[in-house]
């Protein structure tokens, strides 16, 4: 079976940090994967999605990077934290045609 | 371009009270639709789908129905009980030509709180 891992699973930065957080699945190959910010009481915002290794497509111009080193891993990157940066940050992956997405648990980002 | 609009909440019912969430969708081709629901500090779990017109998706005790004519894919459960509370939102599938694969459109989210 597939399952999808996100860690940290709660951070607690200062402004202009870096930031670092991993996602990754296992149990497939070759997955769509896709990060997500979640603000207090707002809607999900897809940040990033990737299609394959080394392919990442950017939904909104922000603070943020995304990475994608090996087929099942998924990496969100930032070199200076800001506050508006804080959120619940959910990784998601989906099997190639297939619209069914499946979320990891996230991790809680409060930028201090 | 396609958008998923919810009803807005925070929905507060009792224990075995009637529950609908109103879901209507804009969207040029023809999108699967989806529920997913978030429990507290938790990611997102698929609760149901539909995949084309007049189709019921049902789990757990909630159904909803694809409704091309209304454009609507509304939650319904007909005796909600206090596990059931949590976020739910509701998801298009972005279907066009060149989109990304599994690209989903999500709706802002309905909180759902049920008193015992």
């Given at each position: 079976s597939q399952t999808i891992?996100?860690?940290?699973?709660?951070?607690?930065?200062?402004?202009?940090s870096p930031l670092s957080l991993e996602?990754?699945?296992?149990?497939?190959?070759?997955?769509?994967?896709?990060?997500?910010?979640?603000?207090?009481?707002?809607?999900?915002?897809?940040?990033f999605y990737s299609v394959g290794i080394g392919q990442i497509s950017s939904e909104v111009p922000q603070n943020l990077s995304a990475s994608r080193?090996?087929?099942?891993?998924?990496?969100?990157?930032?070199?200076?934290l800001l506050l508006s940066d804080?959120?619940?940050?959910?990784?998601?992956?989906?099997?190639?045609?297939?619209?069914?997405q499946y979320f990891g648990p996230g991790t809680r980002l409060t930028v201090t | 371009g396609d958008s998923v609009t919810q009803m807005?909440?925070?929905?507060?019912?009792?224990?075995?009270?009637?529950?609908?969430?109103?879901?209507?969708?804009?969207?040029?081709?023809?999108?699967?639709?989806?529920?997913?629901?978030?429990?507290?500090?938790?990611?997102?779990?698929l609760l149901l789908k539909a995949t084309k017109a007049d189709d019921k998706g049902s789990n757990k005790g909630f159904e909803a129905t694809y409704r091309k004519e209304t454009t609507s894919f509304h939650l319904e459960k007909g005796s909600v009980q206090v596990s059931d509370s949590a976020v739910?939102?509701?998801?298009?599938?972005?279907?066009?030509?060149?989109?990304?694969?599994?690209?989903?459109?999500?709706?802002?989210?309905?909180?759902?709180?049920?008193?015992?």
């Open positions: 891992h996100q860690w940290p699973a709660t951070l607690v930065q200062p402004v202009g996602c990754t699945v296992e149990g497939t190959s070759n997955p769509n994967l896709y990060w997500y910010r979640q603000a207090a009481g707002r809607g999900l915002q897809l940040l080193p090996q087929d099942r891993q998924f990496i969100l990157s930032s070199k200076k804080s959120g619940f940050y959910l990784c998601a992956w989906t099997r190639g045609s297939s619209y069914e | 807005e909440g925070p929905v507060t019912l009792s224990e075995e009270a009637f529950l609908t969430i109103n879901c209507t969708y804009t969207a040029t081709g023809y999108p699967s639709l989806f529920w997913y629901v978030q429990y507290p500090g938790e990611g997102l779990q739910y939102f509701c998801a298009l599938s972005d279907e066009a030509r060149g989109s990304t694969l599994g690209r989903l459109y999500f709706g802002r989210g309905t909180q759902l709180t049920v008193w015992p």
